[in-house]
């Protein structure tokens, strides 16, 4: 069974850190695409930033640019999301999904997304 685990979400000051982690199972790695979404009370969920887990090309939504990084170890089946300079309006769920080709092209947020994790809460006291 394909599956996405999130871990690594908790309450953290502005300004502070968190690493997110995304471990896949059940499912060939290289196959897709990463992307990590997220959803804070009230608002759509939102793509956040997306990885190809073959070439490691990288993408990210503006309001996350130089603060939050991206990575993938696929020995491990694992992409992660470095989460530094937090702010409070970065509290949402964060959720993983994988992303099927044309992976992270343009538009990739609002495209077809194969399965999605359960999500985990960040919170950003401010």
């Known amino acids: 069974e394909a599956q996405l685990v999130e871990s690594g979400g908790g309450l953290v000051q502005a300004g502070g850190s968190l690493r997110l982690s995304c471990a896949a199972s059940?499912?060939?790695?290289?196959?897709?695409?990463i992307g990590w979404f997220r959803q804070a009370p009230g608002m759509e969920r939102v793509g956040v930033s997306c990885?190809?887990?073959?070439?490691?090309?990288?993408d990210y939504a503006d309001s996350v640019k130089g603060r939050f990084t991206i990575s993938s170890d696929n020995a491990e089946n694992t992409v992660y999301l470095q989460m530094n300079s937090l702010k409070p309006e970065d509290t949402a769920v964060y959720y993983c999904?994988?992303?099927?080709?044309?992976?992270?092209?343009?538009?990739?947020?609002?495209?077809?997304?194969?399965?999605w994790g359960q999500g985990t809460q960040v919170t950003v006291s401010s």
């Open positions: 999904a994988s992303v099927p080709d044309p992976y992270c092209a343009d538009g990739w947020a609002t495209g077809l997304i194969g399965f």
């Open positions: 990885i190809d887990t073959n070439d490691h090309s990288t």
């Open positions: 059940g499912f060939t790695f290289e196959h897709y695409a």
